[in-house]
């Protein structure tokens, strides 16, 4: 009980420190795409103050539209929207997604649809589906391999030339061993590669990142990959080895952390957050 107890308070503690607002969040993203990096913004789940969140997602388009130093759609940065922000009812909810999707294109933005909880997967896949439906092709899923059903998923969006930001998994899946899970990643990331489409390979995994590159020596030409930004010096120090990266993306996000530890605290992979927060941290010295 006393090591789950300090668990948590080690989680709570790095959600806290340095607590990022739109204001800090769009100005470490233009230090990132100065250095020739791309962004992905997004704002936090906390199921509090969705009319706020729904403007802010449209502000975070502008945002990106004015810094953005490509016209091609896939250099520049991108938006990861969570659906259950926008909106307290789902018929809301649907509409305010559609207008975000809509002003996006309009300014020429990507949209990716981002991964919560397993209680809402699948209706993050049919709002990808539907909005595909509408004619839309500024948008792509976000997806977890830590779920049995990721391969058929991602089948089905290949086969219809759509974009895919693969993911290992924040939360918990159905598939709880840790290694089957990057076997899994591992497995899609290669078909991925094979469609000669644009996707994006989202992993702190550089064990991965190689094999891919062994394998599939140009395979960054159509392939962004993406990191959370505050793992920046990590991931640096981990492409040396890289010779050309055309498209490397950090995550940035913002928003309440109280009220999303409050509702994800319990859904959250807390093992491998930590992990992933103390590999970032150690190489701040560097």
């Given at each position: 009980m006393i090591k789950i107890y300090y668990i948590l308070l080690?989680?709570?503690?790095?959600?806290?420190i340095n607590q990022p607002t739109f204001e800090k969040i769009t100005l470490k993203a233009n230090e990132i795409q100065n250095d020739g990096n791309l962004v992905c913004l997004s704002r936090q789940q906390t199921f509090v103050n969705q009319d706020e969140t729904y403007k802010y997602n449209l502000k975070m388009i502008d945002y990106l539209d004015s810094s953005s130093k490509s016209s091609n759609i896939f250099n520049k940065g991108k938006l990861s929207v969570k659906i259950t922000?926008?909106?307290?009812n789902d018929k809301e909810r649907w509409e305010r997604f559609k207008k975000i999707i809509e002003y996006a294109d309009k300014k020429n933005?990507?949209?990716?649809?981002?991964?919560t909880t397993k209680k809402f997967f699948n209706q993050e896949l049919q709002y990808y589906n539907d909005i595909i439906n509408l004619g839309y092709d500024n948008i792509g899923l976000t997806l977890p391999t830590y779920y049995k059903i990721s391969n058929k998923i991602l089948d089905n969006i290949i086969k219809n030339n759509g974009h895919i930001r693969l993911v290992k998994g924040y939360y918990h899946g159905d598939i709880k061993n840790?290694?089957?899970?990057?076997?899994n990643y591992y497995k899609l990331a290669c078909k991925l590669i094979e469609s000669n489409n644009y996707h994006q390979l989202a992993t702190h995994d550089f064990n991965i990142l190689k094999k891919l590159k062994n394998k599939y020596p140009n395979y960054l030409k159509n392939t962004e990959i993406g990191f959370?930004?505050?793992?920046?010096?990590?991931?640096?120090?981990n492409l040396k080895s890289f010779d050309?990266?055309?498209?490397?993306?950090?995550?940035l996000s913002f928003g309440d952390y109280f009220y999303y530890a409050k509702y994800n605290?319990?859904?959250?992979?807390i093992l491998n957050i930590i992990k992933r927060r103390l590999n970032g941290i150690k190489y701040y010295s560097l």
């Amino acid at each position: 009980m006393i090591k789950i107890y300090y668990i948590l308070l080690v989680v709570v503690i790095l959600l806290f420190i340095n607590q990022p607002t739109f204001e800090k969040i769009t100005l470490k993203a233009n230090e990132i795409q100065n250095d020739g990096n791309l962004v992905c913004l997004s704002r936090q789940q906390t199921f509090v103050n969705q009319d706020e969140t729904y403007k802010y997602n449209l502000k975070m388009i502008d945002y990106l539209d004015s810094s953005s130093k490509s016209s091609n759609i896939f250099n520049k940065g991108k938006l990861s929207v969570k659906i259950t922000e926008n909106a307290t009812n789902d018929k809301e909810r649907w509409e305010r997604f559609k207008k975000i999707i809509e002003y996006a294109d309009k300014k020429n933005i990507f949209i990716w649809i981002s991964v919560t909880t397993k209680k809402f997967f699948n209706q993050e896949l049919q709002y990808y589906n539907d909005i595909i439906n509408l004619g839309y092709d500024n948008i792509g899923l976000t997806l977890p391999t830590y779920y049995k059903i990721s391969n058929k998923i991602l089948d089905n969006i290949i086969k219809n030339n759509g974009h895919i930001r693969l993911v290992k998994g924040y939360y918990h899946g159905d598939i709880k061993n840790w290694k089957k899970v990057s076997d899994n990643y591992y497995k899609l990331a290669c078909k991925l590669i094979e469609s000669n489409n644009y996707h994006q390979l989202a992993t702190h995994d550089f064990n991965i990142l190689k094999k891919l590159k062994n394998k599939y020596p140009n395979y960054l030409k159509n392939t962004e990959i993406g990191f959370f930004s505050f793992a920046k010096k990590h991931v640096e120090y981990n492409l040396k080895s890289f010779d050309n990266i055309p498209m490397k993306s950090y995550y940035l996000s913002f928003g309440d952390y109280f009220y999303y530890a409050k509702y994800n605290i319990g859904k959250l992979n807390i093992l491998n957050i930590i992990k992933r927060r103390l590999n970032g941290i150690k190489y701040y010295s560097l």
